[in-house]
C-alpha cells in the first residue's frame, strides 16, 4: 500500500488537532481549577458535588432564617428592657415613697407618671419587627394589645382580667400564651412516628405578650385569690395594676391600706418582665451556638467540594506544561514530515 502525502497530512492533522484540544482542556483546568466541566466527564464526582451544593444551598437558608430570627429577638429584647427599665424607674422613684400622708397633689404627680408609663408599656407591648407584631404570638396583622372605653387591657380582643372575649366566652388563655411559630434553622426538622413534628428540632419564636404582663387575677402561694382593701380580686395584669394604683392615687379617700396590695403585686409581678428578658438572653446564645455550628457545616461542606471538584494546581500546570511541550514538539515533527513537495516524488 502506498503512502501518499494526503494520507501523511490527514492523519498528522486529526493527531494535532487531538493535542490541541488537550492542551486547550488543560489549560482551563488550570484557569478555572475545576476537574471537570460536565457530569458526562465524571459521572460520580459529578452526583457528588450536586448532592454537597444542594446541602450547602440549605446551610444558606439555614443561615437567612438564623439571621432573622436573631433581629427578632434583638428586637423583642430591646422592647422589653425599655418596659422592664420604665417599671423599674416609676417603682424605684415613686412607688417605694408613697404613704398615708401625702398630699393630693404629690399623688396627682405620680399618678400623671403612672399614666405616661402605661402608654409607653402599650407602645412597647405593640412594637414590630418587619411586619410582625413582637408580642403578638401568632398575630401578623391583628394589633395584640387595644384598651377598650373602661380602660381595660385586651390581648387580641379578649379582656386580659376576665379572660372573656366580646361576646362573653371564656378564652383559653394559656393557648394563646403558647401559641408557636416554628422556624427550620438547621436542627434537622423531624416528625415522629404520629406525624406530630419535634419540638426539638425546630425553633419557635413565637412570643406572647401576657406571659410576662400577665392576666387574671392574683394569687396567694396557696393558689387563693389575693384580694384588697374593698374585697374585690387583685389584678395579676401589669397595665390593670397600673390603672388601679392611678385610680387609687386620684380617689378621695386616698389610703396607704388600699393602694398597698396593687403595689406589693406590682413588684412581684414586674418581676415576670426581668424573666422574659432573661429568656430571650438564652435563646440568643443557643443561636449563636447553632450559628456557628453552621459555619462548621459550610465549612466542612466547602472542604468536600473542593476535594471532589477543584483540580491539584501544581499538577494541573506540570500536566500542562507537557502537553504544551508535546504539541510544540509535534509542530516541528509536522514541519519535517511535510516538507516533502510534488517534485520531490518527481525525482
Known amino acids: 500500500m502506498r503512502i501518499t502525502t494526503s494520507m501523511m497530512t490527514g492523519k498528522y492533522i486529526r493527531n494535532l488537532n487531538k493535542q490541541a484540544n488537550d492542551m486547550n482542556y488543560l489549560n482551563e483546568q488550570v484557569s478555572t ?23 450547602y444551598r440549605s446551610t444558606e437558608m439555614y443561615d437567612t432564617n438564623i439571621s ?33 400622708t401625702m398630699g393630693s397633689d404629690d399623688r396627682e404627680i405620680i399618678a400623671k407618671e403612672i399614666e405616661n408609663l402605661q402608654q409607653s408599656v402599650l407602645a412597647s407591648l405593640n412594637g414590630k419587627f418587619s411586619d410582625r407584631y413582637v408580642f403578638g404570638g401568632t398575630s401578623k396583622d391583628e394589633i395584640p394589645f387595644t384598651v377598650d372605653s373602661s380602660g381595660n387591657l385586651l390581648y387580641k380582643g379578649v379582656n386580659v382580667n376576665t379572660c372573656k372575649d366580646s361576646a362573653g366566652n ?13 422556624i427550620d434553622i438547621g436542627l434537622g426538622m423531624t416528625f415522629d412516628s404520629t406525624g406530630n413534628l419535634n419540638k426539638d428540632t425546630v425553633f419557635n419564636i413565637s412570643m406572647a405578650g401576657i406571659s410576662f404582663m400577665g392576666y ?87 472542604e468536600k467540594l473542593v476535594d471532589v471538584e477543584q483540580v491539584d494546581s501544581a499538577e494541573a500546570i506540570v500536566d500542562f506544561s507537557m502537553q504544551e511541550y508535546a504539541y510544540n514538539a509535534a509542530l516541528s515533527m509536522g514541519n519535517k514530515i511535510l516538507q516533502n513537495s510534488f517534485i520531490d516524488f518527481m525525482k
Open 170 to 182: 371564656d378564652v383559653d388563655m394559656e393557648k394563646l400564651m403558647n401559641e408557636v411559630i416554628n
Open 216 to 302: 387574671g387575677n392574683a394569687t396567694d402561694a396557696d393558689g387563693n385569690t389575693e384580694l384588697d382593701a374593698d374585697g374585690n380580686p387583685v389584678p395579676n395584669n401589669l397595665y390593670t395594676l397600673l390603672e388601679k394604683m392611678k385610680e387609687q392615687l386620684r380617689s378621695s379617700d386616698y389610703s396607704l391600706e388600699k393602694i398597698t396590695p396593687f403595689i406589693n403585686e406590682f413588684d412581684r409581678q414586674k418581676k415576670q418582665v426581668l424573666v422574659g428578658i432573661t429568656d430571650i438572653g438564652a435563646k440568643t446564645n443557643y443561636l449563636d451556638f447553632i450559628k456557628l455550628r453552621n459555619e462548621d457545616i459550610q465549612y466542612n461542606l466547602n
Open 33 to 55: 481549577g475545576r476537574k471537570f466541566f460536565k457530569g458526562s466527564e465524571d459521572p460520580v464526582s459529578a452526583i457528588k458535588a450536586y448532592k454537597l451544593r444542594r446541602e
Open 68 to 100: 432573622d430570627v436573631d433581629s427578632f429577638l434583638t428586637s423583642a429584647e430591646t422592647n422589653l428592657t425599655e418596659i422592664s427599665d420604665n417599671l423599674g424607674r416609676v417603682y424605684t422613684s415613686y412607688l417605694q415613697g408613697i404613704n398615708g
